[in-house]
């Protein structure tokens, strides 16, 4: 069955560390995203892609980095992490219209 | 002021009761309307999604957008413990290509 995965599952890195979150989709589909997902304030768009070679900056993105190199994947990069950046990430994909597939999620720790 | 707008809750009820949640919003460009529903430490699936204003109903689940209001809910009759869960609404512009905003979620428990 197609899915989308994330990894890690769970990560604690200290700060001014970089790190990359995984996510790859088996759907082929053209459109991924990242968010992050914080108390009170629901799901928050870092950054997306319409295709390979395609990056787009969301609401949140100062701090983190993407880049489209296929259609499965699209890493996310915590540049030099920071405790403000503790938070659950989600990726998501979409073919077209408006249905996003979520993965399970990553748990990141800044310390 | 976010762009939309929803009561986190808690909110809880017992086991068939109808329960009704809502979310407003600021930006009237918003065309399409979503609910997810998302478990503990799981990621959010689609429930329902609507164009535009009126009702769309299934099985127990019934979202409605008044868009002259900037104002949508979701209705789930019969309540189970199964429906605990937290609820998110999303919108996004015509041809937004995909980008939806999200509101907070309502966290709801349904009690035996």
């Known amino acids: 069955d197609a899915e989308i995965t994330q990894s890690p599952r769970h990560k604690i890195t200290e700060t001014g560390r970089q790190v990359t979150l995984a996510c790859h989709q088996t759907?082929?589909?053209?459109?991924m995203f990242w968010y992050r997902q914080d108390l009170g304030h629901g799901l928050r768009l870092i950054h997306y892609?319409?295709?390979?070679?395609?990056?787009n900056k969301g609401e949140v993105s100062d701090g983190y980095s993407v880049s489209r190199s296929n259609t499965e994947d699209l890493p996310l990069t915590l540049e030099s992490a920071a405790s403000s950046q503790t938070s659950v990430y989600f990726c998501?994909?979409?073919?077209?219209?408006?249905?996003?597939?979520f993965g399970p999620g990553t748990r990141l720790t800044v310390t | 002021q976010k762009e939309v707008e929803q009561d986190p809750g808690p909110l809880s009820v017992p086991e068939g009761a109808i329960v009704s949640l809502n979310c407003t919003y600021s930006?009237?460009?918003?065309?399409?309307f979503m609910w997810y529903r998302q478990y503990s430490r799981k990621g959010p699936e689609l429930l329902m999604y609507?164009?535009?204003?009126g009702n769309k109903e299934d099985g127990r689940f019934t979202a409605q957008v008044d868009k002259s209001s900037k104002y949508i809910s979701l209705f789930i009759r019969d309540s189970q413990p199964s429906d605990s869960a937290t609820y998110l609404c999303?919108?996004?512009?015509?041809?937004?290509?995909?980008?939806?905003?999200f509101g907070a979620g309502t966290r709801l428990a349904v009690h035996p």
């Open positions: 998501a994909s979409s073919r077209s219209g408006y249905e996003q597939y």
């Open positions: 759907w082929n589909h053209n459109n």
């Open positions: 892609s319409y295709g390979v070679h395609d990056t």
């Open positions: 930006n009237s460009a918003f065309q399409y």
């Open positions: 609507t164009y535009s204003s």
């Open positions: 999303a919108m996004s512009v015509s041809g937004g290509y995909n980008k939806l905003i």
